[in-house]
């Protein structure tokens, strides 16, 4: 299982050489136990579908309140660091008005947290069938329906 988080090291010449030389061996034992950036995933937590070719992709229309709609899609990268890639669409008369997020995701049980690059944060829970509901920043439910992301099947390289 690769680690979904890894905070950046910085080095500090202030801190004795011991110190610096266990801080390797503490992260290697992290990783070792399975490090997945949050709260472990317990057995009763939905597993993320599979995906091929180390993503995972979802999909939903979700309501607009001045527009027509949002054709979002959003694909988590397992390859390597965890990272996302997510895009909105939004529906308006005459076209469409794209809107493309970048970032780091995390794995904190049920809650899946998207840390985008520009530093804005959205949160999904993992539903017990394998569609994402988009939940608050506390990772409740907002008032209103529902708004669920439905799993894409990866097609297969041709």
């Known amino acids: 299982m690769a680690c979904t988080h890894r905070a950046p090291l910085r080095h500090n010449r202030a801190v004795p050489i011991r110190s610096r030389l266990a801080w390797p061996l503490c ?10 950036g949050g709260a472990p995933a317990s057995s009763s937590d939905p597993p993320l579908p599979a995906g091929g070719a180390g993503q995972l992709q979802w999909r939903g229309l979700l309501a607009c309140a001045d527009c027509d709609g949002i054709d979002m899609r959003l694909q988590l990268l ?10 909105e669409l939004f529906l308006v008369r005459g076209g469409e008005e794209p809107f493309q997020e970048r970032g780091r995701w995390t794995r904190e049980g049920r809650l899946l947290r998207l840390q985008a690059d520009d530093g804005a944060e959205r949160v999904f829970a993992i539903e017990a069938d394998g569609r994402l509901s988009v939940r608050g920043r506390d990772g409740e439910m907002p008032p209103g329906p529902p708004a669920l992301l439905e799993p894409v099947t990866p097609h297969p390289p041709p």
């Open 27 to 36: 992260l290697s034992l992290a990783v070792a136990a399975g490090c997945d």
């Open 78 to 87: 397992r390859d390597g660091a965890p990272r996302y890639e997510l895009v």
